[in-house]
């Protein structure tokens, strides 16, 4: 772990709510998020999707709770769902009487349809006597018409007042288990919006860019309106809305977790390096195999795959473990130090292998299981051959520095 790893980030300081058995503001760890994309009538295929989204870090899953059938889904979904379930309510408010009804541990309402203060005060009040939370789920796309012509369009401030308007309709009622959200799916409003509520109210925030889109362009847009506003404190929960299967959602989420230091690390963190004119091997597909034999394996180590042993294990000490290419031959190394050669045929697997056995015994005695003396001589070896092929310098550049020079004293 490097010292940014273990860095605290200042969060904001935000009340605590329940969301079933996970704790969401006040400290408690960011929690990840997704929604089904079943029928929630179907319960068996909607259960097999949450029990695969659990299995892929999330937390908390929400599913679509749009008629009568889906509430009696629910009611079959909760009590096997291995994960606390939220129902998302647009428009009829009787369904999310309906989802109350059938022991869903959240609700989530948008305030820009379903706008009557009576309706509204009737859902919050019978989540305050069943003591389940609500979240206040703002939606650009969706913001409430008159806000909309209030602000003359869509304005982080009308997303802001639109999640304070529903917050009054709930102190009317005495209603405070309450999260809030104002997605957009401009990452620049998003981001804006998010501050502007942080300043004005302690109640925990949902973060998430809304209709983020297909990869990679979705993960892109997400991944900067989420993570801007976690390292500046912001947010107590987040969702990645994708426009893919919704595993990826959960694996996004927690992996941006996990790399801003805000979850335990339980997977492989998989470094490669880019390559480039000096690589021995075709490091993309290895990185790739590697990628996949780690992909079950709860390995929380870091693993670097390198091009070259020539700048390889040097530029990649701080890992657990790694393999640098060479004179076809795969050279591994544990923080920095060769333990071992394989054949370039064998790199992954030798990886899996060294590291399991690392997991189970720790690095001090993977460095003792062999004589490292020996990795390091032929590790030598083939930096010294590369070295003598290629040279130092790899991109030629000091023949292209005297060509430069050439060029410009010519003008
Ligand atoms: S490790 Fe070697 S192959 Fe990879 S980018 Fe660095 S110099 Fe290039």
Same mark, same amino acid.
């Given at each position: 772990?490097?010292? !940014?790893?273990?860095?605290?980030?200042?969060?904001? *300081?935000?009340?605590?709510?329940?969301?079933?058995?996970?704790?969401?503001?006040?400290?408690?760890?960011?929690?990840?998020?997704?929604?089904?994309?079943?029928?929630?009538?179907?319960?068996? /295929? +909607?259960?097999?999707?949450?029990?695969?989204?659990?299995?892929?870090?999330?937390?908390?899953?929400?599913?679509?709770?749009?008629?009568?059938?889906?509430?009696?889904?629910?009611?079959?979904?909760?009590?096997?769902? &291995?994960? &606390?379930?939220?129902?998302?309510?647009?428009?009829?408010?009787?369904?999310?009487?309906?989802?109350?009804?059938?022991?869903? =541990?959240?609700?989530?309402?948008?305030? $820009?349809?379903?706008?009557?203060?009576? =309706?509204?005060?009737?859902?919050?009040?019978?989540?305050?006597?069943?003591?389940?939370?609500?979240?206040?789920?703002?939606?650009?796309?969706?913001?409430?018409?008159?806000?909309?012509? *209030?602000? $003359?369009?869509?304005?982080?401030?009308?997303?802001?007042?639109?999640?304070?308007?529903?917050?009054?309709?709930?102190?009317?009622?005495?209603?405070?288990?309450?999260?809030? !959200?104002?997605?957009? !799916?401009?990452?620049?409003?998003?981001?804006?919006?998010?501050?502007?509520?942080?300043?004005?109210?302690?109640?925990?925030?949902?973060?998430?860019?809304?209709?983020?889109?297909?990869?990679?362009?979705?993960?892109? *847009?997400?991944?900067?309106?989420?993570?801007?506003?976690?390292?500046?404190?912001?947010?107590?929960? #987040?969702?990645?809305?994708?426009?893919?299967? &919704?595993?990826?959602?959960?694996?996004?989420?927690?992996?941006?977790?996990? !790399?801003? $230091?805000?979850?335990?690390?339980?997977?492989?963190?998989? #470094?490669?390096?880019?390559?480039?004119?000096?690589?021995?091997?075709?490091?993309?597909?290895?990185?790739?195999? @590697?990628?996949?034999?780690?992909?079950?394996?709860?390995?929380?180590?870091?693993?670097?795959?390198?091009?070259?042993?020539?700048? /390889?294990?040097?530029?990649?000490?701080?890992?657990?473990?790694?393999?640098?290419?060479?004179?076809?031959?795969?050279?591994?190394?544990?923080? /920095?130090?060769?333990?071992?050669?394989?054949?370039?045929?064998?790199?992954?697997?030798?990886?899996?292998?060294?590291?399991?056995?690392? =997991?189970?015994?720790?690095?001090?005695? @993977?460095?003792?299981?062999?004589? +490292?003396? #020996?990795?390091?001589?032929?590790?030598?070896?083939?930096?010294?051959?590369?070295?003598?092929?290629?040279?130092?310098?790899?991109?030629?550049?000091?023949?292209?520095?005297?060509?430069?020079?050439?060029?410009?004293?010519? *003008?």
């Amino acid at each position: 772990m490097t010292k !940014s790893d273990s860095k605290n980030y200042q969060r904001k *300081k935000t009340r605590q709510i329940q969301v079933g058995k996970v704790l969401v503001g006040g400290g408690a760890p960011i929690s990840v998020q997704s929604m089904t994309i079943t029928k929630t009538a179907d319960v068996e /295929g +909607t259960l097999q999707q949450i029990y695969a989204l659990a299995a892929a870090g999330c937390d908390i899953v929400r599913c679509t709770c749009n008629d009568a059938a889906a509430a009696e889904g629910l009611a079959k979904i909760v009590p096997r769902s &291995p994960v &606390p379930i939220i129902a998302d309510i647009h428009h009829q408010y009787r369904m999310a009487l309906a989802a109350l009804e059938a022991g869903v =541990h959240g609700l989530r309402l948008n305030p $820009g349809n379903i706008r009557k203060p009576e =309706h509204i005060k009737a859902v919050a009040s019978e989540a305050r006597d069943r003591g389940v939370s609500i979240r206040i789920g703002v939606n650009g796309g969706s913001l409430d018409s008159d806000l909309y012509e *209030k602000h $003359g369009g869509l304005t982080a401030l009308a997303m802001v007042e639109s999640a304070q308007q529903e917050l009054r309709y709930f102190e009317e009622v005495d209603f405070n288990l309450v999260k809030i !959200s104002v997605k957009a !799916s401009n990452v620049v409003l998003m981001v804006d919006a998010y501050r502007m509520l942080s300043e004005i109210t302690d109640f925990p925030l949902h973060l998430g860019v809304t209709e983020a889109g297909p990869l990679p362009g979705g993960l892109v *847009k997400a991944t900067a309106g989420i993570a801007t506003l976690l390292l500046e404190g912001i947010g107590d929960t #987040i969702r990645y809305s994708l426009t893919a299967d &919704p595993i990826e959602e959960a694996r996004a989420g927690r992996l941006l977790l996990e !790399s801003l $230091g805000l979850r335990e690390r339980k997977n492989v963190d998989l #470094i490669a390096c880019p390559s480039c004119g000096r690589a021995e091997v075709d490091v993309i597909d290895i990185a790739q195999r @590697a990628q996949q034999a780690f992909a079950d394996k709860k390995l929380p180590l870091q693993i670097a795959v390198m091009g070259c042993v020539v700048n /390889g294990p040097g530029e990649a000490r701080e890992a657990d473990l790694g393999i640098a290419a060479g004179n076809k031959r795969g050279h591994l190394f544990v923080k /920095g130090r060769n333990v071992a050669v394989v054949p370039e045929s064998e790199m992954v697997e030798a990886l899996v292998e060294w590291a399991t056995f690392i =997991h189970e015994h720790g690095t001090d005695a @993977a460095l003792k299981r062999v004589d +490292t003396t #020996i990795a390091e001589r032929e590790a030598a070896k083939d930096r010294n051959a590369a070295l003598a092929e290629q040279g130092d310098d790899a991109n030629h550049d000091q023949e292209r520095i005297v060509e430069i020079r050439r060029t410009v004293a010519e *003008k």
